[in-house]
């Protein structure tokens, strides 16, 4: 491997100096002229710092789709036992992201991940179609009346909050205490989202999840319910039942995985419909065409901007050279509009039908909730569409400053 490209820092390498996830790249959403340049000009680059947390290790981009799936199977080489955002070294300690599953490798993470795959197959989930759409009626009938509203908080947040809290067992009137958690939790570098910094996390949100989870908690080991936090509750693996930290940290994972992706992949995915008229027609014309524009939503918007993995040997990488214990970041927003797998690949096309790496690249972590995310996202835009087919932007969205999730804070709409 000697004459690999390592990483380096003396300005040879294309865009050497680069940081990634600096603040000034993602203001308005994803840099996606960078990416462009880096899958041309530098696939896998090396950010050797991160401004706002200047103790943090610094990371390899991975910018192509082809090189992201190499990463996202090969779990022996790239583990997400270290962390599995560029940054979450500075915002949790290590034990409580191994206490998710997707921060594990296997067998422990295979173990974790089987509590539920049952439950979250495309066949056991197309039983809640009805519950989901009569949560999003209910929701949509709040804005009877009104003549403007906000797709995140008046429609999208709502919806979402109530079909996890659901499944996790919660009541209604929590919905708004467990977003806001999340929220904070996963925007935390946004001013408008944590205007007190990402420090509060910890010192605040982590300890009021623990506090609110432990609560439930002792409810179902007094009265076994037959919501997924009872599964936790109740679990054995390998003979022993899950410690309080990592059921808490099962139900956090759930509760983040549902509550932020679907609800932002719905308003880019509208957004994009809004700002087309062609596609809004093909879709009122034939809404069965829907499942195809949840699709390009995915790819166009994938709600997590990355993933990431360390690695645990040396490895070679797009003719770089990866040394164990270095960082691996995946750019799903990257990949999802690598110039070899699309055309014109920064078009919304539902026509497209393509493939994509939204949901993760065909690895072990691959997501859990795709069958539940596509369910809700097609009721979404269905029922959205039937009410209010001449929708249209009021106003400029603004997306969460964050090189993690990847939404949109505000999307104010006109309901014509
Ligand atoms: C638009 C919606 C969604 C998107 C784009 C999305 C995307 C992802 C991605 C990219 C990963 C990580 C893949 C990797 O690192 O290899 C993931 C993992 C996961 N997702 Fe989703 N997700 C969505 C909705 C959901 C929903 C509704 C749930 C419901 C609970 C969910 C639960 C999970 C869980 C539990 C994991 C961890 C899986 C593991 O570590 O094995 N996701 N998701």
Redesign the pocket.
């Known amino acids: 491997m000697a004459d690999l490209d390592t990483r380096t820092d003396t300005g040879d390498a294309p865009l050497d100096g680069v940081l990634v996830t600096d603040r000034e790249h993602w203001v308005d959403g994803p840099p996606h002229a960078l990416f462009t340049e880096m899958r041309a000009r530098c696939p896998v680059h090396w950010t050797a710092s991160i401004t706002d947390f200047p103790q943090e290790a610094g990371f390899w981009s991975v910018t192509r789709a082809d090189d992201v799936h190499t990463v ?1 199977r090969d779990w022996q080489t790239y583990s ?1 036992a270290s962390g ?1 955002t560029a940054v979450s070294d500075s915002l949790m300690p290590l034990e409580l992201i191994q206490a ?5 490798d296997p067998p422990k ?1 295979d173990r974790v ?1 089987g509590l ?1 795959q049952r439950g ?1 197959t495309p066949r056991r989930i197309a039983a809640h179609e009805d519950d989901i759409r009569a949560i999003t009626r209910g929701v949509l009938d709040r804005l009877e009346g009104r003549d403007r509203c906000d797709l995140v908080t008046d429609v999208a947040q709502p919806v ?1 909050s109530r ?2 809290g659901s ?1 996790m067992g919660l009541p209604p009137e929590d919905d708004e205490i467990w977003a806001r958690l999340m929220n904070t939790t996963l925007g935390a570098g946004d001013p408008d989202v944590n205007p007190e910094g990402p420090e509060t996390v910890m010192a605040r949100d982590v300890p009021e999840i623990f506090r609110r989870c432990q609560e439930l908690i002792a409810a179902r080991r007094a009265q076994p319910t037959d919501d997924l936090l009872s599964v936790l509750v109740h679990a054995e693996i390998d003979g022993e039942r899950l410690e309080e930290h990592e059921i808490v940290m099962g139900f956090f ?3 983040a ?2 509550n932020d ?2 609800k ?2 719905y308003c880019s995915g509208m957004r994009a419909i809004m700002e087309d008229e062609e596609q809004r027609a093909l879709l009122l014309d034939d809404p069965a065409l829907i499942p195809d524009a949840v699709e390009e939503a ?1 790819r166009m918007f ?3 901007a990355h ?1 990431r ?1 360390t690695a645990t040997r040396d490895a070679e990488l797009g003719g770089r050279r990866i040394r164990a214990g270095d960082k691996v970041v ?1 750019w ?1 927003a990257s990949t999802n509009r690598d110039e070899t797998r699309y055309e014109d690949a920064d078009r919304f096309d539902l026509r497209r039908r393509a493939e994509h ?5 065909g ?8 069958a ?2 596509r369910l ?2 097609r009721v979404l835009i269905e029922e959205t569409l039937a009410r209010h087919p001449h929708i249209a932007l009021d106003g400029e969205p603004r997306y969460v400053e964050s090189p993690f999730v990847n939404q949109l804070k505000t999307l104010p709409v006109r309901l014509p």
């Open positions: 996202s997400s599995f998710m599953f997707i921060g594990m993470h991940k539920f979250f979402v079909v996890i499944f994972l759930l509760m995985a549902g992706s679907t932002a992949t995915l994938p709600a997590f993933f993995r995946m799903y790496q939204a949901f993760g690249a690895g072990r972590h691959f997501c859990l909730g795709t539940l995310a809700e996202l």
